[in-house]
């Protein structure tokens, strides 16, 4: 069945405005040649994406050409602010945006464990607030949220559990009470940074690929076919609970202690270094981050004297992670798998090389192991992106009545 005229509108415009987006302004002409689309068509677009306060002339074609130059059209950046957050067990991150994804203000705030549930989540609420005052904005249209654990399917709600903090789950609450007007949605942190490789990291030129998502807890993300993958409960990649040889007990439904977790967590990788001998230069007990960029450091460094430590650490730690990759790709066959989070970038391609050898090793299915471009800021810019699109698909369909925000 055709579409209908308005159907064919309502695409049209949402064509273009992708466009807009990815390519930046263009000429009617630009458009036109881009789309497809007959001249008469884009001239109506045009105009109805004007008139909606969507896109404005922003200059004109420089080409030399008779008459006068073409107009330039691009997306009405202030035509609607967005936020994102990165909700840790330690802390919160936030960036605010315009429409076309140009952060304006970024802040951060540690929260202790120590403090309760009600002044934690005031302290975020608070920062967020900071935030969209610093970027000069009114109000928000869309916050976009990146949490550890269980997103429910159904209801799109953080589900409880009992290794986070009770103010995670408040704090969606939280914000939705403070900013009545704003649309607030929360997704998983590791599926976030997945979003995020995909389109701006390690995996831009993959349709599918398993993120690994290695920090102070462990996880994984599957797209496949460019649709990210959750689960009938939400809990594709809980490979933190994945029974794994090498530890003293099986996981349980409420604790992941005895799966991959136990190996590859951040905890687990300091405690490796220092049972492998590696030196650092903290007084205090180091991050997995600070571990392993010491390593990498004394493996390339043709002058150190002793690089044994810290090639027996990656060595040891490679063959950790090769065990959880292995079972993904045997299930999956995703052909690359990105090692992302605080230990896959501070491994980097060392690390990552490691882990491609002896996964080479454990399966015949070819599969490429790359590290993370992003490290720990993928969350952030995922909750940026998806934040983005779910403001511009409310926007783009209807522009003809939504406020400015």
């Known amino acids: 069945m055709p579409a209908s005229p308005s159907t064919a509108r309502a695409i049209n415009d949402r064509l273009a405005l992708r466009l807009l987006q990815q390519e930046g302004p263009l000429t009617a002409g630009q458009l036109k040649q881009l789309t497809g689309l007959s001249r008469p068509t884009v001239a ?8 909606a306060g969507l896109i404005a002339v922003v200059g004109e074609a420089g080409e030399q050409r008779r008459g006068p130059n073409a107009k330039v059209y691009g997306i009405v950046a202030d035509r ?23 952060v304006l203000a970024e802040a951060s705030v540690p929260i202790d464990g120590g403090m309760g549930t009600g002044p934690a989540v005031e302290q975020a609420v608070a920062l967020v607030e900071r935030a969209v005052k610093e970027a000069g904005a009114d109000r928000l249209h869309t ?5 550890p654990g269980l997103i429910d399917p159904a209801s799109g709600e953080l589900r409880d559990s009992s ?35 995909q389109r701006d990291g390690a995996a831009r030129d993959r349709d599918t690929f398993v993120l690994l998502w290695l920090g102070h807890g462990t996880g994984a993300a599957v797209v496949l076919d460019g649709a990210l993958r959750r689960g009938a409960s939400g809990g594709t990649g809980e490979i933190g609970f994945l029974p794994v040889p090498g530890t003293a ?9 005895g799966g991959f977790h136990s190996l590859a967590s951040a905890a687990a990788v300091v405690d490796l270094a220092g049972r492998c001998g590696v030196p650092t230069a903290a007084a205090r007990r180091p991050s997995a981050g600070e571990v392993l960029r010491a390593a990498v450091g004394l493996v390339r460094d043709a002058a150190a004297r002793d690089t044994a430590p810290a090639a027996r650490f990656l060595d040891a730690l490679a063959d950790r992670l090769a065990v959880g990759v292995a079972s993904v790709v045997a299930i999956l066959d995703p052909g690359c798998v990105v090692l992302g989070g605080e230990v896959g970038q501070a491994g980097g391609a060392e ?15 070819p599969t490429e192991v ?13 909750a940026l992106l998806t934040a983005r699109d779910r403001a511009q698909d409310e926007l783009f369909t209807r522009g003809q009545t939504a406020p400015r925000w």
């Open 249 to 257: 007990a099986l996981p349980t439904a409420t604790d992941c202690e």
């Open 351 to 365: 690390l990552a090389a490691r882990v491609r050898e002896r996964l080479a090793r454990m399966t015949p299915l």
């Open 80 to 102: 609607a602010h967005l936020a994102a957050l990165d909700v840790r067990t330690e802390g919160v991150a936030v960036a605010v945006a315009d429409l076309v994804g140009r």
């Open 370 to 382: 790359r590290p993370t471009t992003l490290g720990g800021g993928a969350v952030l810019r995922g």
């Open 44 to 51: 109506d677009l045009v105009e109805r994406l004007t008139g």
């Open 163 to 197: 290794g986070l903090p009770e103010w995670h789950r408040r704090l969606v609450a939280a914000l939705q009470e403070r900013l009545p007007e704003a649309r607030v949605s929360v997704e998983n942190e590791t599926n976030l940074a997945a979003v995020a490789e």
């Open 143 to 147: 916050v976009g949220i990146g949490a």
